[in-house]
């Protein structure tokens, strides 16, 4: 069963916009907190952005005034919206939830026990 699921990848110039999307199953969707992280080649998981079940956001400095955490509570939909992309952006981008305990912090993200299948960002220049 597939808990999450990204879309919303792909190619973009220096400086564009890409918005990447999360279905989450019923039950992954009443996490404490979810959020996004990223894998570039070569580089360990970094956390990009945490979105607490209470609307509380937190972001990694190296995004933040740029990238944007959202949650459709509807729809059981969790968003990234990205703007102003870098090369440096480029990565494997994967949503986490975490259920219970720990912090919720864009930090605490890459270690979330429940995760996607990640989907491609490349920012070229």
């Known amino acids: 069963q597939v808990q999450l699921a990204e879309s919303g990848g792909g190619s973009v110039q220096a400086g564009g916009s890409l918005r990447l999307s999360c279905q989450a199953s019923?039950?992954?969707?009443?996490?404490?907190?979810m959020g996004w992280f990223r894998q570039a080649p070569g580089k360990g998981r970094e956390g990009v952005a945490a979105?607490?079940?209470?609307?509380?956001?937190d972001y990694a400095d190296y995004v933040k005034g740029r990238f944007s955490i959202s949650r459709d509570n509807d729809e059981n939909v969790l968003s990234l919206q990205m703007d102003s992309l870098k090369t440096e952006d480029t990565a494997v981008y994967y949503c986490?939830?975490?259920?219970?305990?720990?912090?919720?912090?864009?930090?605490?993200?890459?270690?979330?026990?429940?995760r996607g299948q990640g989907t491609q960002v490349t920012v070229s220049s």
């Open positions: 986490a939830a975490v259920r219970h305990g720990g912090d919720c912090n864009s930090q605490s993200v890459p270690d979330f026990p429940f």
């Open positions: 019923i039950y992954i969707f009443g996490s404490r907190c």
């Open positions: 979105i607490h079940r209470d609307g509380k956001v």
